[in-house]
């Protein structure tokens, strides 16, 4: 078997959580710029201050986070975090809806 081979564990996603100060126009555009630079990189936001990429390998991995380490803005904060791709696929997303923790079902809808 190639070592190579794609699988659960060797795929890689990073996450890039940053809180950068916008309280001025200067830092408003740094902050902009660092986001702009992650969307070209070909993060995507997941939440806001929150971006993600799928990396096919950890070598791919480490190109993005020595990239993203040369554009880091001067003040505030950014935390990188390298997780495989079967880690990733134990999140839990919830949008907008209240999970039922009773268990309970929905009552059927009757249209007449």
Known sequence: MSENRLNAYR???????????V???PERH????FRK?????????MQFSVYIRHCASKESAEVHIS???NNIPEKGQVSILTVTDKQYGEI???????SNPL???PKQLELF
Not at 30 to 33: E, F, I, N, R, Y
Not at 37 to 45: A, C, N, P, R, T
Not at 92 to 98: D, M, P, Q, R
Request: with cysteine; glycine share 8%.
């Open 92 to 98: 839990l997303n919830y949008w907008g809806c209240k």
């Open 103 to 105: 268990g309970e079902t």
């Open 11 to 21: 795929i890689m996603w990073l996450f890039v959580f940053f809180d950068l100060p």
């Open 37 to 45: 630079f992650l969307e070209k990189d070909g993060f995507s936001m």
């Open 23 to 25: 309280m001025t126009k």
């Open 67 to 69: 990239r993203i380490r």
């Open 30 to 33: 740094t902050a902009t710029h």
